[in-house]
């Protein structure tokens, strides 16, 4: 047990803002260069406490900080620290410590994966939510700590580290022992075959299918140290109930398939983002030789034929495999809470070129999880979104959509106030002759605002005998064949023509507000 445990952060730990220390910000441009720092000073501890080797504890690929398809795209941050096959990357794994920095650097990228790390004298690495490390030991690390501080990071004692092992929920599965292999020969031989999932690190799976006594045999001995096994019934040939079974289903499955070449493939399916209507499912490969099988996923909902924690040499289950809610579970339950039309509020965060803002919405979990395009900031026009959604900005916004497969929720403000176009509309009738001002000009005519966030278009069109020109300077011409207005002129216009449902509306120029134009035509 430690008795010196530090949290170690970048931020602030008071006001959650970009760190000062001695009145001076981090000195890190990057989020690179943050985690670089982070790094460091986790290897000062780690050499202070002498550890050259680390012990990797509930390690996972993915599905601690998010969930997101995104991850898969840029890999789990393991490439070059282990095979690609993950092997050596397992619950019990003896690392070096290099490869111990390099997982801390791939948890505080949040590349996807995540495991606790210790030695077998006591210290520890964590990585938490809030891009902090949780690192302690059996001595008080003076001098790591002030190496930490030197390096702009902010260095605190605490009690102890929210992912302390004592604090594990976990699930009491039975040894995967002599018995265990006994019972599994048993129903290959009454049933034929079975499924054989292998869950080698958390959220992470391998498939075998046994027909027989010997394929038990030769895939027992290539099972990864520790691994979760469960066993299924055998996979079938016939799609159609497949398909089937994922029309029905309503919980969170992985749909295993097995190519006639005997590979494996799987995909997470009866999300709800997919629906009843999704297509995916009728992409089930079907042939000779294809089979599929519906795998539950939900603690609740699984109830396989047998089920094992792989032991240690000695016989004893050393693994502990904890069930806590991750933080991506928490935001997958604050997304599955959201329905579209729903009101939230939040605060914009980031942005993306012109194309929207990120919106930390107002719940523990709701960091980063809202979106905000562009079309849905304002009825108005803006010329830039610092204008109507600046960082910083608190926000009120109505829910369009929950993506599950990028855990992101689609946000409009304008839903929440008047469409400018139907109250215009309510009071406005095509033949109307309005007041308006200029705002812009296009090669094929001039827009003229008739009330905030309704705009109409003078349209010039090939033969008019009185075409409109755009001017940088306000002035009009004597009536005749051509007639010239400025941005910011105040005008009337005759409405031609109004199309709600495209948003249109063709005008007519009839003159200056001031008189100076000509009169309608």
């Given at each position: 047990?430690?008795n ?128 902090d ?20 990071l ?35 031989a ?69 190519a ?16 009843r ?48 809610r ?31 803002v ?40 109505e ?6 497969a ?70 009009l ?44 035509t």
């Amino acid at each position: 047990m430690a008795n010196f445990v530090y949290r170690i952060t970048p931020y602030d730990p008071t006001p959650r803002d970009l760190a000062h220390c001695g009145g001076t910000a981090v000195p890190y441009d990057t989020r690179e260069q943050v985690v670089a720092a982070c790094v460091a000073a986790a290897a000062g501890f780690a050499l202070d406490d002498g550890a050259d080797q680390l012990v990797i504890d509930n390690p996972m690929p993915e599905g601690f900080f998010s969930f997101s398809t995104r991850l898969a795209w840029r890999g789990h941050g393991l490439a070059g620290l282990f095979p690609r096959d993950l092997s050596g990357y397992h619950d019990g794994a003896h690392v070096p410590l290099g490869t111990g920095l390099g997982l801390l650097r791939a948890m505080l990228l949040r590349e996807g994966a995540w495991c606790r790390l210790h030695t077998e004298s006591g210290f520890f690495l964590h990585v938490g939510e809030r891009n902090d490390i949780y690192v302690g030991g059996t001595r008080p690390f003076a001098e790591a700590a002030a190496r930490a501080r030197r390096l702009g990071l902010f260095v605190e004692s605490v009690e102890h580290s929210p992912y302390d092992t004592a604090l594990d929920e976990a699930d009491d599965q039975p040894a995967a022992d002599g018995g265990f292999w006994t019972e599994l020969h048993c129903l290959v031989a009454e049933h034929g075959g079975a499924l054989l999932e292998e869950r080698y690190v958390a959220n992470a799976y391998r498939w075998h299918r046994l027909t027989s006594s010997s394929q038990i045999s030769a895939v027992r001995k290539g099972l990864t140290p520790r691994g979760r096994l469960t066993v299924w019934p055998d996979l079938t040939e016939d799609i159609e109930a497949v398909r089937d079974a994922v029309l029905r289903s309503e919980r969170l499955a992985l749909l295993v398939e097995q190519a006639p070449d005997g590979s494996f493939s799987q995909v997470r399916v009866a999300e709800p983002w997919m629906g009843r209507t999704d297509a995916s499912h009728l992409q089930i490969k079907a042939g000779p030789g294809c089979r599929a099988a519906l795998i539950p996923l939900e603690p609740a909902e699984r109830r396989p034929l047998l089920a094992g924690v792989l032991p240690d040499a000695d016989g004893v289950v050393r693994a502990r495999w904890r069930t806590n809610r991750t933080p991506a579970d928490e935001r997958r339950a604050l997304l599955g809470s959201l329905r579209d039309g729903d009101v939230v509020t939040g605060t914009v965060a980031s942005g993306l070129d012109d194309v929207g803002v990120h919106v930390h919405l107002d719940h523990e979990w709701g960091h980063g999880l809202g979106f905000l395009r562009v079309p849905e900031m304002s009825w108005e026009h803006f010329d830039s979104v610092d204008d109507v959604a600046p960082i910083g900005r608190r926000i009120r916004a109505e829910v369009l959509h929950v993506d599950w497969a990028w855990e992101r929720v689609s946000l409009s403000v304008k839903a929440l106030q008047p469409d400018p176009w139907r109250c215009f509309l309510d009071t406005h009738r095509a033949g109307d002759v309005v007041p308006g001002t200029v705002v812009k000009s296009v090669p094929f005519g001039v827009f003229v605002r008739l009330a905030p966030g309704v705009e109409g278009l003078v349209h010039v069109e090939e033969g008019d005998e009185n075409p409109v020109h755009l001017t940088e300077s306000a002035g009009l011409g004597p009536a005749g064949p051509e007639r010239t207005v400025a941005v910011g002129d105040a005008v009337l216009v005759t409405l031609l023509d109004v199309d709600l449902e495209s948003r249109r509306i063709r005008l007519s120029l009839d003159s200056r507000i001031d008189g100076t134009g000509p009169g309608p035509t």
